[in-house]
């Protein structure tokens, strides 16, 4: 669906929902999942995309996601949003999103795609006003977005890799460094592995390894624990009073452990440790300490519990809680611009109060909140706040 949905959608000038944003105005897919090729324009409102099941909405949501570092909300394999089936005319991308991005009154044409390199091999790309950007992290640091899927319902009760993806998500927001540093930190561990498994077990070259491992690691495991801080300070300000509990935020590693006992020293005890555990890792075949390994634990502060230890909805408004509060410091520090909200099949897990205090608050953050759900009607008293579309088989119309 191609049109200027801008002018339709937003209506007359309302002072509390206009001012500046940051939203995304204008979509592109081009053979990503169950789009063929689809443009599409809202306002820098919250969006609704209502539909039956299999209509397209993740794959939209999932789209928007990719315009940030890292693999998006469903965490594919970038192949895997190659559409299967008819697709657009050919060309150099094997998918591509493209995005006209409003931040603060100020246009950016944003964009990433999959293309297939001359040796074959797929290259993920990345487009910032027509330039390529070095990688993702240079679109982080334009949009900030957080989201929630169905599958985060069960955040706190699976794997710890869950948790820490979340978490990472939540510091990038406020330091976009953040992707850097843990690529970083990466590399030099995959290259130590290399080198315990297959050897030369050059201790110069080992060294080096493990040095660019603590620095890194400690920068990460210090930027979690300011962001950490500052969302227990803006949870607690929350307090109980909303229709969200408060949770408390703690960071459980040995990486976090050694930065809280050896402040400044803590890369050298961070590299002392890597430097014992030389053996052990080469006959473990990984790599036993450090912030690969941190995990978030999550406590519902007036009932006194572990997350995992409450009920799903208790869960799912525990997420909720961090997000809002995220979302209202990441506002603050930019000037009142709240990141883009994903948040799929999110009407389905509340009840019709909650759902309520949700919708109000991201009017109030004036955050553009992509929600997704099967039933319009859960979006009704959104209508006149919100670009409501209905999707079928991957056709998003404007109601
Ligand atoms: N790579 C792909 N190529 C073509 N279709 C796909 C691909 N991946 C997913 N789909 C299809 O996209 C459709 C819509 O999926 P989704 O966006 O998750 O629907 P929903 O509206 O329920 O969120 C599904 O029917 C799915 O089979
Ligand atoms: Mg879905």
């Known amino acids: 669906m191609t049109g200027p949905a801008t ?85 150099d991308a094997l998918w591509a999103v493209a995005a006209t991005v409003t931040r603060g009154g100020e246009s950016y044409e944003v964009g990433t795609g999959l293309t297939l390199g001359p040796n074959g091999g797929e290259r993920r790309q990345v487009h910032l006003n027509g330039a390529p950007a070095q990688n993702s992290t240079d679109l982080g640091e334009l949009v900030q977005m957080l989201w929630l899927t169905p599958a985060m319902d069960r955040l706190f009760i699976e794997g710890v890799s869950g948790r820490r993806k979340f978490l990472d998500r939540l510091v990038l927001g406020f330091e976009p460094d953040h992707a850097r540093t843990a690529t970083r930190y990466e590399t030099a561990m995959r290259e130590r592995a290399r080198l315990l498994k297959f050897g030369p077990r050059d201790p110069a070259w080992l060294d080096a390894l493990e040095h660019e491992m603590s620095e890194a690691g400690i920068a990460m495991a210090a930027s979690r624990e300011r962001t950490v801080s500052r969302l227990n300070a803006a949870l607690a300000a929350r307090g109980e009073a909303g229709a969200f509990p408060s949770a408390q935020l703690a960071l459980e590693g040995e990486t976090d452990l050694l930065l809280a006992e050896h402040g400044d020293g803590a890369a050298s005890a961070l590299r002392e440790r890597l430097a014992r555990a030389r053996v052990r890792d080469a006959e473990a075949g990984r790599t036993t300490v450090g912030p690969h390994l941190t995990d978030l634990s999550v406590r519902h502060t007036q009932k006194r519990t572990h997350a995992r230890e409450c009920s799903t909805g208790e869960q799912k408004a525990l997420l909720i809680s961090i997000v809002l509060a995220d979302a209202w410091e990441l506002s603050k520090a930019q000037n009142g611009l709240a990141p883009l909200l994903l948040l799929d099949e999110i009407a389905a897990h509340l009840d019709s109060r909650r759902r309520l205090a949700l919708f109000e608050e991201i009017l109030a953050l004036r955050a553009q909140a992509w929600m997704t759900g099967t039933d319009i009607e859960m979006f009704a008293s959104l209508r006149a706040k919100a670009d409501l579309f209905e999707v079928a088989d991957s056709q998003p119309r404007l109601t």
Not at 45 to 72: C, E, F, M, Q, Y
Request: aromatic share 4%.
């Open 7 to 91: 002018e339709r959608a937003s209506g007359a000038a309302d002072p509390f929902v206009d001012g500046p944003r940051l939203a995304v105005t204008r979509l592109t897919l081009r053979n990503f999942r169950s789009y063929a090729e689809i443009e599409f324009s809202t306002s820098t409102r919250p969006v609704v995309l209502a539909g039956p099941n299999g209509a397209g909405k993740t794959n939209l949501l999932d789209a928007i996601s990719l315009l940030s570092p890292g693999r998006g909300l469903r965490g594919s394999k970038l192949s895997e949003h190659v559409r299967r089936g008819p697709s657009a005319a050919p060309s």
